[in-house]
C-alpha cells in the first residue's frame, strides 16, 4: 500500500463546475498537507498549505484535512479553463511524499 | 514570497558524460533540500534530502554515486548526474522547505535532462 493515494483521474468538467480533489494516507505522523498545481514541463506550484485539521480557504480554492479519517480534499470553485493541469497533493513532515497526480480539463 | 531558482532548464548530453545541476534559495536560506525525479505523466519521486554542511540522505533504490549531490551553503545544492545513460532521462526537480514555514515547501521550476 502506498502511502499516499489520489485517483490518477483524468477528470473533466465545464466551466463553472465545482471540482473535488482527494487523497488518502496512512500515516498518522504527517504534519504538513499541501496542494499543488502542475503545468506540463514545469515545476510545481504551490496552491495551499496545511498543517492541521480543518478548512482553509483562499479565493475559490478550500483545502479540507481531516485527520482522523487520514483524507484531505482540494475544492475549486466556478473553475475556469486555466485551472486545467495537474493537481498533486503532497504530505509528510520532514519530507513530503506525493500523490499521484489528478490531471484535471476544464472545458469552456 | 520564497522563490527557488533551478539551472538549467533543460540540458542534453552525450551517453558516458556527467551533467551538474543547480538548485539555488533565492530570498532565504535553506538548510536543506530536497532533489525529486518525474517520469512522464508520473508524479515527483522523492530521490534525496540535501542537508548543508553533511552528506546527503538518499531513498531507496537511488544510486548515490550515480547521483551526486553538494550543499556547500546555506542558499546552494547542487546534483550531478554521474556517467549518464539514456535511462537517466527525465525531469528532475529540486525544493527547498522556506524556514518560516509561510510557504511551505517550494519548488525550482525543474531541469529536463535528455541522455543521447
Known amino acids: 500500500q502506498k502511502e499516499v493515494e489520489q485517483d490518477p483521474g483524468p477528470l473533466s468538467v465545464p466551466e463553472g463546475a465545482i471540482v473535488s480533489l482527494n487523497c488518502t494516507y496512512s500515516n498518522s505522523a504527517f504534519q504538513y498537507f499541501m496542494w499543488y498545481r502542475q503545468y506540463s514541463r514545469k515545476g510545481p506550484e504551490l496552491l495551499m498549505y496545511t498543517y492541521s485539521s480543518g478548512n482553509k480557504e483562499d479565493g475559490r480554492f478550500t483545502a479540507q484535512v481531516d485527520k482522523s479519517s487520514k483524507y484531505i480534499s482540494l475544492f475549486i470553485r466556478d473553475s475556469q479553463p486555466s485551472d486545467s493541469a495537474t493537481y498533486l497533493c503532497?504530505?509528510?513532515?520532514?519530507?513530503?511524499?506525493f500523490g499521484q497526480g489528478t490531471t484535471l480539463q476544464v472545458k469552456p | 514570497g520564497a522563490v527557488v531558482s533551478q539551472h538549467p532548464s533543460w540540458v542534453i548530453c552525450k551517453s558516458g558524460t556527467s551533467v551538474k545541476i543547480e538548485c539555488r534559495s533565492l530570498d532565504f536560506q535553506a538548510t536543506t533540500m530536497f532533489w525529486y525525479r518525474q517520469f512522464p505523466k508520473q508524479s515527483l519521486m522523492l530521490m534525496a534530502t540535501s542537508n548543508e554542511g553533511s552528506k546527503a540522505t538518499y531513498e531507496q533504490g537511488v544510486e548515490k554515486d550515480k547521483f551526486l549531490i553538494n550543499h556547500a551553503s546555506l542558499t546552494l545544492s547542487t546534483l550531478t548526474v554521474t556517467s549518464a545513460h539514456p535511462e537517466d532521462s527525465s525531469f528532475y526537480i529540486c525544493s527547498a522547505r522556506d524556514p518560516t514555514g509561510v510557504y511551505g515547501y517550494t519548488f525550482g521550476s525543474g531541469t529536463r535532462l535528455t541522455v543521447v
Open positions: 503532497a504530505m509528510g513532515t520532514g519530507k513530503l511524499i
